[in-house]
């Protein structure tokens, strides 16, 4: 069985997180659960911010506070974000 672990996105990331977006559009596949990463592709620091105002939102009606990480398997460092 795969090791997995869930990474905070950063900076680092940013080449390996928008491949994964383009690949869902190679395949025309739908895309959720991305915390909004598709509408940021050349912006991936505004993306990163608005990461971090999700995660410190204060609870309302319509919002709560959320997370978003990379899923990684540790034999290849694959990606996937959940």
């Not at 990480?69 to 694959?78: A, I």
């Amino acid at each position: 069985m795969d090791r997995l672990k869930l990474v905070k996105p950063s900076k680092e990331q940013e080449r390996e997180a928008i491949d994964y977006i383009e690949e869902f559009y190679t395949y025309h596949s739908e895309i959720n659960g991305v915390g909004g990463l598709y509408r940021y592709l050349d912006r991936y620091e505004e993306w990163l911010d608005k990461l971090e105002e999700d995660r410190n939102r204060i609870s309302n009606e319509e919002k709560v506070p959320s997370e978003t990480y990379f899923l990684v398997r540790e034999r290849d460092q694959k990606k996937l974000l959940v």
